[in-house]
């Protein structure tokens, strides 16, 4: 089984920008599709985004297309989420997760391995 450690969060202001990462340990994380997703306070969580195992293909909520950017290096043992032009409404808690048998999984029940989360918080 794989450990998923994620940092990177912080407080930032509108329009900032900051990387999550999301290390991997106990297993390689390149046999896993990894996705992540976040949750705000009183809010059910949600998918944002996802990456396939070699890296090749990804997907993107809506509410986040073209400001986030997912990414992995497997060398590294590393998925990585690019947050741009953040918003107040981008406040949540993030969490990656991993499943080796998810190419694209959007919904929660489909990864097995999930991190702590890492506390974002944009400010006006």
């Known amino acids: 089984q794989v450990q998923l450690v994620e940092s990177g969060g912080g407080l930032v202001q509108a329009g900032g920008s900051l990387r999550l990462s999301c290390a991997a340990s106990?297993?390689?994380?390149?046999?896993?599709?990894v996705g992540w997703f976040r949750q705000a306070p009183g809010k059910e969580r949600e998918w944002i985004a996802s990456?396939?195992?070699?890296?090749?293909?990804?997907m993107y909520a809506d509410s986040v297309k073209g400001r986030f950017t997912i990414s992995r290096d497997n060398a590294k043992n590393t998925a990585y989420l690019q947050m741009n032009s953040l918003e107040r409404e981008d406040t949540a808690v993030y969490y990656c997760?991993?499943?080796?048998?998810?190419?694209?999984?959007?919904?929660?029940?489909?990864?097995?391995?999930w991190g702590q989360g890492t506390q974002v918080t944009v400010s006006s």
């Open positions: 990456i396939s195992w070699r890296g090749d293909s990804t």
């Open positions: 997760a991993a499943d080796a048998n998810v190419r694209l999984g959007t919904r929660d029940d489909e990864y097995k391995y």
């Open positions: 106990g297993r390689a994380l390149r046999v896993y599709g």
